[in-house]
């Protein structure tokens, strides 16, 4: 008996014998090398423009002012040498995760108001056509003006913070819900209809997967808007807080505490929308 070889007709272990399977790996390669290349211009763009921004900041405040004068209290170099300080030697981690559960309960509370409603104004034209002059006139009003309210119906502490934030957030999960479920594939619902789904299950399979995209879209507003309304709202009879430590650095004239403070915040800021993004791509959504 004699040992057949690849050259006796066999196809050799390891090699390729698909030309269209070579041309996709190639295809799939090349496009490796340009998502690579658009993400590391991206990141060096980026990188690029906040170091403009501290620099113009650096320029206004150690540069241009005048020594000893008021405006040197808020520059960069004592701004940076005091976050250092904070961050290991003070309360200020305190506040930080007392800010982050209050946004957590707002958005929380927003997400379970929010979509439902949004859900029910998005497959109901009549519902919706009720409802949209009410839901765009309350959206319009900022949601500070109600903080003098608030305190009177739920006195100081968390409560009048949490219904503020929640009142913040809700519009744009809301909305972008509802918007949604209006821009569903019709072939998907006449599918489940013909299938003899029932509502339950055509919400659970269709619909709710559907608008999933435009739901982390609403969130990631909502995620902006109640970061900048929470400071405004933790200066209103707390002990405690981000908008709380901005006031006591100003009470004690600490200057530098304060601008450091401010960039805690944004920071913080800047990754919650960085979370929000990267959940949005996770989900498929990513275009």
């Known amino acids: ?11 050799a272990v390891g090699k390729s014998t ?9 295809k799939a390669a090349a496009g490796q090398i340009v998502h690579g ?6 990141t060096v763009l ?7 921004l501290l620099i113009l900041w650096w320029v206004g405040t150690d540069v241009i002012a005048t020594p000893l004068s008021f405006v040197g209290h808020f520059s960069p170099t004592s701004a940076f040498a005091t ?45 919706n056509a009720a409802t949209s002059p009410a839901f765009q006139f309350l959206r319009m009003i900022s949601p ?17 913070i949490y219904f503020l934030l929640t009142f913040a957030a809700i519009w744009p999960i809301l909305l972008n819900t509802a918007e949604g479920v209006k821009n569903l594939e019709p072939n998907w619902l006449r599918l489940a209809s013909s299938l003899s789904a029932t509502r339950w299950e055509t919400l659970r399979h269709i619909i709710v997967p559907g608008v ?13 808007i109640v970061w900048i309304v929470l400071v405004p709202c933790e200066m209103l009879g707390v002990s405690a807080g981000l908008g709380y430590f901005i006031l006591d650095t100003r009470d004690r004239l600490a200057y530098s ?4 403070t401010v960039l805690i915040i944004g920071l913080l800021g800047f990754l919650l929308d960085a979370g929000a993004r990267e959940l949005y791509r996770m989900s498929g959504r990513d275009r």
Request: overall charge positive; charged content about 10%; aromatic content about 4%.
């Open 1 to 11: 008996m004699t040992a057949r070889w690849p050259s006796d007709g066999l196809p």
């Open 18 to 26: 698909s030309p269209v399977r070579q041309s996709q790996a190639r």
């Open 37 to 42: 290349r658009a993400s590391l211009t991206k």
């Open 46 to 52: 980026g990188t690029s423009g906040l170091a403009v």
């Open 83 to 127: 976050l250092a300080q904070l961050v290991t030697q003070s309360d200020l981690p305190v506040h930080i995760l007392v800010s982050l559960r209050r946004v957590a309960v707002g958005l929380g509370l927003a997400l379970l108001i929010g979509v439902p409603l949004g859900l029910a104004v998005g497959s109901y034209s009549h519902l």
């Open 144 to 160: 500070l003006s109600w903080m003098p309210i608030a305190v009177m119906v739920f006195g100081v502490g968390d409560r009048p």
């Open 212 to 224: 999933l995209g435009h739901v982390l879209t609403g969130l990631r507003l909502a995620i902006g």
């Open 257 to 260: 505490e304060l601008t450091a």
